[in-house]
C-alpha cells in the first residue's frame, strides 16, 4: 500500500490501517478501481483524543514487564491463593 | 466482585496483551479468574486501541477483554479532576489517567510508564493509592 492511498478492497480487509492512519492525523486518499475515490481525514478533535506512544516506548515497556520463569510460578501461586 | 481493585494505564494493557506471561499478562488472567477487578475509561481504551496496530494485535481482542469483563470500564473522569491533575505530572496529557484512578476509588494505579506516572510526585499525591508497575504489584502481593 502507498503510506497514503487505500483501495477499498484494504479499507474493508485491513481496517486498522485507517485507525493508525488517523490516529497519526495523516489523511488517506480512498482508491476505487485504482482511481481516487474520497478522501479520508481525521476531525480535528481526533487529536484531543490521547496520549501517542512511539514504538520505541512501547518496546521498552515489554522489555520491562517481562518475569523470569521462577517469577511467573511464583505468581502463578500467589493468584490460585487469593479469595 | 473482587475486593482488590485496579486501575489499569493504557501501557499495561498493551503489554497484557502483547505478552501473556509478563507482570501485566498475569493481571489479566488474574482478572479472568475473578481474582482481581480489573479498571480503565473509554479514553485509556481509545489510546490502546490507537496503538494495537504496532504490536501487530487486532481490535477484537480487545473486545474480547471488555466484553467479558476481563477489564472493567468506568465514565471518563471530569475535565475538573483531570485539571487538577495536569500539575502532577511531567506531560499533561498523563492526567487522565490519575483523574481515572482516583474516580474509580481504587486501591493500586499500575503503569510501565516510568518517565511521567511512576514518579515520587505521582506516588505521594495520589496516596493511599498505591502505584507501581505490574511487577511491582505482584512483588507487594506476596503478604496478601
Known amino acids: 500500500m502507498n503510506l497514503n ?23 488517506l486518499t480512498l482508491l476505487y478501481r485504482s482511481k481516487p475515490l474520497a478522501e479520508i481525514k481525521p476531525l480535528p478533535q481526533a487529536k484531543t483524543l490521547g ?15 517481562q ?3 521462577s517469577q511467573q510460578q511464583k505468581i502463578n501461586a500467589l493468584v490460585n491463593r487469593l479469595p | 466482585m473482587p475486593s482488590l481493585t485496579v486501575f489499569l494505564d493504557a501501557s499495561v494493557i498493551l503489554a ?5 506471561q509478563g507482570g501485566s499478562g498475569f493481571l489479566l488472567q488474574a482478572a ?14 481509545n489510546e490502546v486501541n490507537r496503538h494495537l496496530a504496532k504490536l501487530k494485535l ?17 465514565k471518563d473522569p471530569e475535565e475538573i479532576v483531570i485539571s487538577r491533575c495536569r500539575r502532577l505530572t511531567a506531560d499533561p496529557d498523563d492526567a487522565h489517567v490519575l483523574a ?6 481504587v486501591n493500586f494505579l499500575l503503569s510501565l510508564d516510568k518517565k511521567h506516572i511512576l514518579t515520587k510526585r505521582v506516588k505521594k499525591h495520589l496516596f493511599p493509592i498505591r502505584v ?13
Open chain 2, 32 to 45: 479472568k479468574q475473578k481474582k482481581i477487578t480489573l479498571i480503565a475509561t473509554p479514553l485509556i481504551i
Open chain 2, 100 to 105: 481515572g484512578a482516583i474516580v474509580a476509588n
Open chain 1, 51 to 65: 496520549r501517542s506512544f512511539s514504538q520505541a516506548q512501547i518496546n521498552q515497556w515489554l522489555k520491562n514487564d
Open chain 2, 58 to 74: 487486532q481490535s477484537k481482542q480487545l473486545k474480547t477483554l471488555l466484553n467479558r469483563q476481563v477489564i472493567r470500564l468506568i
Open chain 1, 67 to 69: 518475569l523470569t520463569k
Open chain 2, 16 to 20: 497484557g496483551m502483547a505478552s501473556p
Open chain 1, 5 to 27: 492511498t487505500i483501495s477499498t478492497k484494504q479499507l474493508r480487509e485491513n481496517f486498522d490501517w485507517v485507525l493508525t492512519a488517523m490516529a497519526n492525523n495523516q489523511p
Open chain 2, 132 to 144: 507501581l508497575s505490574p511487577k511491582q504489584f505482584w512483588q507487594s502481593l506476596k503478604s496478601f
